[in-house]
């Protein structure tokens, strides 16, 4: 497992494609906060606000942010990071079947659940990655842009934000993953993991749980790809962890005993 682990380790140094979403990520969060606050000094001026038609609350509800608050904003935008997880993952598996690496390891005299198991590995190092990637851009942007007070409870918030997202960001890479590696195209996977997981489950729970409970969110507290925007807030409390916690053991779970119980059982290519 430690030559597993070793060769996982190279893979993802030597994966130039690594670094090109890395890039990506940082123009797309860095750049995105950049409009976003440009939109509002425009806005902010009075013929603005009157084609607009008026948004003087709004405006000033950002007044006061910090490099905190626009972090949590960012996070809760799982849509952005999440598809450049799923392009990752499903490339790092795409390139394990292309090159028979998965059929190499097996010569060498490594178990299945070995080689899954650094499967499993580089998924976590590859979302630990870009979610790391997209915190320090949006914190970047944050404090360039806005200069709030930062207070303890901030601070504790932030914490439990960054730990609760980052579990959960990476459970929906080993979701990618599983995925990947049951479906024999690289295309066909990336399609499902974003059209199906990151867009199509999510429309339909936000709209179900909108025509129930209108703007309360309620049902996608409990699907993990909407459940990522209810808890990257800095009002999270210890029952939004526990929610999180429950979304990250039952789909990351369920996710790996299915890919597993298919990996080992399945031809490796």
Not at 139 to 158: E, K, L, Q, R
């Amino acid at each position: 497992m430690i030559r597993l682990i070793r060769a996982a380790n190279f893979k993802i140094r030597k994966s130039s494609y690594i670094y090109i979403l890395v890039v990506i990520t940082m123009v797309l969060i860095f750049g995105g906060v950049c409009l976003f606050y440009g939109a509002l000094r425009m806005m902010s001026d009075g013929s603005m606000f009157e084609l607009a038609g008026g948004y003087d609350t709004d405006i000033e509800a950002f007044d006061n942010l910090n490099f905190i608050d626009c972090t949590s904003i960012v996070l809760s935008l799982m849509q952005i990071l999440s598809i450049i997880i799923a392009i990752a993952v499903t490339i790092n598996i795409s390139e394990d079947k292309a090159n028979g690496s998965m059929i190499v390891a097996a010569s060498k005299g490594s178990a299945r659940m070995q080689i899954y198991g650094s499967r499993i590995y580089e998924t976590v190092i590859l979302s630990f990655i870009l979610y790391l990637t997209e915190i320090i851009a949006a914190g970047a942007a944050g404090a360039i842009f806005w200069h709030g007070d930062i207070t303890g409870d901030n601070v504790i918030a932030y914490i439990k934000i960054i730990i609760v997202t980052m579990l959960m960001y990476i459970t929906a890479g080993i979701i990618f993953m599983n995925v990947a590696l049951c479906i024999k195209s690289g295309g066909a996977a990336i399609a499902i993991n974003i059209l199906v997981f990151v867009f199509g489950i999510s429309v339909f729970f936000t709209a179900l749980d909108t025509s129930i409970n209108g703007d309360v969110g309620v049902i996608r507290e409990y699907w993990i790809f909407t459940a990522i925007e209810q808890f990257a807030d800095v009002d999270i409390t210890w029952l939004d962890i526990l929610k999180a916690a429950l979304n990250i053991i039952i789909y990351g779970g369920l996710s790996t005993l299915i890919g597993g119980s298919h990996f080992c059982k399945s031809e490796l290519r």
